[in-house]
């Protein structure tokens, strides 16, 4: 009857953002619709020109939300129509990290007071390489303990019976801290941006046989 030990590992590795999504809005009152969405889509075409005009290409800024809402005022029982609020939403892709302070503060320049800043995320553009050194830590892992116990029980490590890979626990999903050097400067009353690091972890349960 063979025997065998089974253990997980854990690994993690590391990687600095290199790509910036930011969600820029812009936002317009007037007395009625038309007007409304003119303006939204007048301030709307100023940060299109001015992100592509900061070196965002073509194709890495894309319209994501349109909306319109009546805007009301006075107490609920007695509400009065003053006009009409519309909201334009473009997701823009900054591929250099560097440029991403420069390019938000054109936006804004750009739109003026219908600037909205609505997030802005810090990504892998490959996370492949640090999701395969957090699997080749976390193999690693289980290989040391395993040896650990195998030597305990005075057996030794046979061939590799079984892999099983969590994949919940993959990815550059994982928590992410903010290193204290910044990474990109940032212009003249623009935002100040740092990069920080993305912890990419993964888990691996290894079966091998005792001999």
Not at 43 to 70: I, K, M, P, Y
Not at 118 to 126: E, K, N, P, R
Not at 158 to 177: F, Q, T
Request: charged share 20%.
């Amino acid at each position: 009857m063979s025997r065998i030990i089974r253990l997980t590992g854990s690994g993690i590795a590391t990687a600095t953002p290199d790509v910036v999504i930011a969600r820029i809005g812009v936002e317009f009152r007037a007395a009625d619709v038309a007007g409304a969405f003119s303006g939204a889509g007048e301030a709307a075409r100023a940060v299109v020109s001015a992100v592509r005009g900061a070196g965002v290409a073509d194709g890495d800024v894309a319209t994501s939300n349109v909306g319109l809402q009546a805007v009301e005022t006075g107490p609920w029982e007695d509400r009065r129509l003053e006009g009409y609020a519309a909201n334009e939403s473009l997701t823009v892709t900054i591929r250099t990290v560097g440029d991403a302070a420069a390019v938000l503060q054109a936006a804004a320049s750009a739109a003026g007071d219908a600037a909205r800043i609505q997030s802005v995320t810090f990504a892998l553009s490959d996370g492949a390489a640090p999701a395969a050194a957090a699997r080749e830590a976390a193999f690693a892992d289980a290989r040391a303990q395993a040896e650990q116990y195998a030597a305990l029980s005075g057996d030794a490590l046979g061939a590799v019976l079984s892999i099983s890979d969590d994949p919940s626990a993959a990815g550059p999903r994982a928590e992410v801290h903010f290193a204290a050097k910044s990474v990109a400067a940032a212009p003249a009353g623009g935002p100040a941006m740092e990069a920080g690091e993305r912890h990419v972890t993964a888990r691996v349960t290894v079966e091998w046989e005792l001999v």
